[in-house]
């Protein structure tokens, strides 16, 4: 099915580990975007591409870093893990006028 | 970018018609409205979007008077299944359009 597919969909770290979240679309949208939603809380953005070769901070990116690798792929990459990162991440994508389509998500623990 | 103000929460019952509200006095020329819906474990999801008037599709209405100050998502005849969180954003349609999601409002339907 078309959409957008993020791996994996449950981690576990321990703290100062890192790790990469993918994220892949095969609607060949231009913009892409990284999000966390804490328990009980609305989505945050952390990072967003608006095409192929840019990325540019959101509301929340420290601690993250963001690779924009072609069009398809927009991954999320947490360098050293602290317990605060402890969230669920998604990624999305979107076409003007039609709104994101997100992925089903990646729940992170940090021990 | 435009700040929304939704009930944080409303009761239903199967069967009626759900009016939701949001509040959104800074939105700007070119922003649209747009609404989503998410599930418990999943992602949020494209509902419907618009600019001004009335916006209608095979599931929601969304009424936007002529100030645009506001906004209201119309659920016709809702089910258990309805029960969700449903966003409220405001922004532009531009490339890379950095959404920002607030609390929500969470709608409990009961039989």
């Known amino acids: 099915n078309a959409g957008v597919t993020q791996t994996p969909k449950f981690q576990v770290l321990k703290t100062g580990q890192s790790m990469t979240l993918q994220c892949a679309q095969d609607?060949?949208?231009?913009?892409m975007y990284w999000y966390r939603q804490d328990p009980g809380m609305g989505l945050r953005l952390i990072y967003y591409s608006a095409s192929e070769g840019t990325t540019d901070k959101g509301e929340v990116p420290n601690g993250y870093n963001v690779s924009r690798l072609n069009k398809r792929e927009f991954s999320l990459r947490l360098e050293s893990a602290a317990p605060s990162q402890t969230s669920v991440y998604f990624c999305?994508?979107?076409?003007?006028?039609?709104?994101?389509?997100f992925g089903s998500g990646t729940r992170l623990t940090v021990v | 970018l435009a700040k929304t103000t939704q009930p944080i929460s409303m009761d239903s019952y199967e069967g009626q018609e759900v009016n939701i509200t949001c509040s959104h006095n800074?939105?700007?020329?070119?922003?649209?409205i747009t609404w989503y819906q998410q599930f418990p474990s999943q992602g949020p999801r494209f509902i419907i979007q618009?600019?001004?008037t009335k916006v209608t599709n095979e599931v929601a209405s969304l009424f936007i008077p002529a100030d645009r100050k506001s906004s209201t998502l119309s659920l016709p005849r809702v089910s258990l299944s309805d029960t969700a969180v449903y966003y409220c954003l405001v922004g532009n349609n531009n490339a890379g359009n950095m959404l920002t999601f607030g609390g929500g409002t969470r709608l409990m339907v009961k039989p």
């Open positions: 618009g600019y001004k």
């Open positions: 999305a994508s979107d076409r003007l006028n039609y709104g994101y389509t």
């Open positions: 609607m060949n949208h231009n913009s």
């Open positions: 800074n939105i700007a020329t070119n922003d649209y």
